[in-house]
């Protein structure tokens, strides 16, 4: 019986092998092709061989499972033209879209999602080349006589690394990543104490810009910030998931969200108080009685009103925390561009690692720390969550695993805010020989995504 056909295509799946490094040159590369089996949605197969000892037969051959296959001559400006810029349209529409770069650590995922040279078009990475593609549509709306407000990109760039965030726009500030009573993940910055009481929870910086080159530059410099170490492959390595997320602002909005943080942060010690209050009250009524019991004080009566009081202030300032947000999304909701609001989020996963000391000797680079194979044992851990997760979700589970790691947390929104479709995994893959395993689990990895669709 043939398998059964897909449905829906919910995560798009693409794999991109990178260019030999001259350094890998004299080791040869691995024998690699697509092939288009007779699969209903025009999906392909890749197989490869040629690792392990000299003359080894040894081969595989994924199921249909990868939507496109990019070869090492195509550079960032191909990748992008056939991934993201299909979606603009759709995020101009109002809707969200998320792109992951998953592979074996020097594959080339930064490369990639974010790249390495700012100046060269064509290898800009996929982020910057949307940013730039959106204020490019941004600045003729603006331009427009009968515009609404001027919009803008506002962007937040973290890297995720055990359980916490680390926020590249805030000095690499430590966030907090939690799940809210609403069942909403929120990650919280610093904590700030104010004058009269006030603390201000600060949630992850999301810094707006005007213009291309603004978001450029800021990009660039969050960038630098990033924790490199050295992975079982090469000695830059991005040892954490940096996950940027672009969204279509206006300033009322930046605002409106600014008086949500304001108003939370009078609610804390009004909220305190009401709380010191009732316990204060509640302390003085019941007097202790031999034999370690406890009665009500014939001598004070409960003062009612003064809890009544500090709970009504209370009160008041919740519904001031309410107004703000209902605030924020009137703005979404009644803005003259459907766009506004719209977000585009790129992850550029932390590598997968397969710890070959061999390959690792040969590429002359330091040998990893106790504290990087114990990162590398976390990276994976996380990845494999990841997997679980997109599997579940593609596969249109009732339950989603998000809650099995902090990162899945943190990605949880993003999904559940993309319509089935706008999510993209992008496979990225050497064609060196001696990373023939670490590329054969990747591609493993990627076909097992891309499989399983409803
Ligand atoms: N498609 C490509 N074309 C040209 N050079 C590439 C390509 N992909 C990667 N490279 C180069 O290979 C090296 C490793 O790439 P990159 O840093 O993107 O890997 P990575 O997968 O992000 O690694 P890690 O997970 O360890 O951070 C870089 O010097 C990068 O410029």
């Not at 202790?288 to 019991?293: E, I, S, Y």
Request: proline share 6%; hydrophobic share 35%; aromatic share 6%.
């Amino acid at each position: 019986m043939p398998p059964t056909a897909p449905k829906t295509n919910n995560i798009n799946v693409f794999a991109r092998w990178r260019r030999l490094a001259p350094s890998e040159a004299a080791e040869g590369t691995i024998d690699y092709h697509s092939t288009s089996p007779t699969d209903p949605h025009g999906h392909l197969s890749v197989s490869i061989s040629g690792g392990g000892d000299p003359g080894s037969t040894q081969s595989w051959t994924s199921p249909p499972a990868f939507n496109a296959i990019f070869n090492p001559e195509d550079d960032n400006g191909e990748v992008y033209k056939s991934i993201v810029a299909p979606a603009i349209p759709h995020v101009l529409r109002g809707g969200s879209c998320n792109f992951f770069a998953y592979g074996h650590s020097g594959s080339g995922k930064t490369h990639t999602i974010i790249g390495y040279d700012y100046d060269d078009e064509r290898e800009l990475g996929l982020c910057l080349a949307a940013a730039r593609q959106l204020f490019k549509v941004i600045d003729d709306l603006n331009a427009k006589d009968n515009a609404g407000e001027r919009l803008g990109i506002g962007f937040s760039l973290f890297e995720m690394r055990k359980k916490s965030a680390f926020d590249l726009l805030n000095r690499r500030t430590e966030c907090h990543v939690r799940e809210g009573h609403d069942g909403k993940v929120h990650i919280r910055g610093e904590t700030e104490m104010l004058e009269g009481g006030k603390v201000r929870v600060c949630p992850i910086v999301r810094r707006p810009c005007w213009s291309y080159e603004c978001f450029r530059q800021e990009l660039t410099q969050a960038v630098g910030a990033r924790a490199v170490g050295s992975s079982s492959v090469h000695s830059q390595s991005s040892r954490t998931h940096a996950i940027l997320e672009l969204e279509i602002i206006c300033q009322s909005l930046v605002d409106a969200r600014q008086a949500v943080v304001d108003r939370q942060s009078e609610l804390v010690p009004v909220g305190k108080r009401a709380t010191d209050i009732s316990i204060e009250e509640q302390m003085k009524a019941p007097v202790p009685h031999p034999g370690g019991k406890w009665a009500p004080n014939p001598d004070y009566e409960m003062n009612q009103e003064r809890i009544d009081a500090a709970e009504a202030e209370k009160a008041e300032h919740e519904h001031r925390v309410a107004v703000a947000e209902e605030l924020v999304e009137d703005i979404l909701k009644s803005a003259a561009t459907p766009c506004l609001g719209a977000k585009m989020v790129f992850v550029d996963l932390a590598g997968a690692e397969y710890h070959q000391e061999k390959g690792a000797q040969q590429l002359h680079i330091p040998k990893q720390t106790p504290q990087e194979r114990q990162e590398g044992r976390q990276i994976n851990t996380d990845l494999l969550a990841l997997k679980e997760v997109m599997r579940a979700w593609a596969t249109n589970q009732p339950r989603i695993p998000f809650r099995s790691s902090a990162l899945t947390m943190v990605l949880r929104e993003h999904f559940l805010s993309s319509e089935k479709g706008n999510s993209t995994m992008i496979v990225t893959v050497s064609p060196a020989k001696e990373q023939y395993a670490a590329t054969l689990n990747s591609l493993k990895y990627g076909s097992l995504v891309g499989v399983t669709r409803a």
